[in-house]
């Protein structure tokens, strides 16, 4: 198992990774990082657990945003697929009835030539 040193708040943490993920493990420490200097940019040194709490809530409300958009869009993906079923269906149907139609009118259009074959032709 890898380990990688993480700086959050001018402090570094050691924290162990599975092979390959040191470079993800500290971008999302870096990425911490920025929640809590945004914070105490903005409240000053109000306590390194208190602006560590408040970048996490930050980062879990930003999570829950993405999991609502997310499920918004994998909804509208289902209703997509749900309406390219029914139009290929719809577009099955209506295809068999034209090929229907045009059968009917080959068969009326062999009559009629039947029956002009069978008249003589009159002369002028």
């Known amino acids: 198992m890898a380990s ?9 943490y050691r924290m162990a990774c599975e092979e390959g993920q040191e470079a993800h493990l500290v971008a999302l420490g870096e990425r911490l990082d920025a929640y809590v200097g945004q914070l105490r940019g903005s409240f000053g040194e109000i306590g390194d657990q208190r602006l560590t709490v408040m970048a996490g809530v930050m980062v879990t409300d930003e999570l829950v945003e993405m999991e609502r958009k997310n499920k918004a869009l994998q909804d509208e ?17 209506a295809e068999q009835e034209a090929a229907q139609g ?9 009559g009629l030539a039947g029956k002009l074959a069978a008249k003589p032709v009159p002369r002028k």
């Open 102 to 110: 045009i059968a009917a009118i080959a068969e009326r259009l062999a």
């Open 4 to 12: 990688v040193s993480v700086l959050i708040n001018g402090k570094n």
């Open 77 to 93: 993906v289902d209703a997509l697929k749900i309406a390219a079923s029914t139009s290929v269906a719809e577009l099955g149907s």
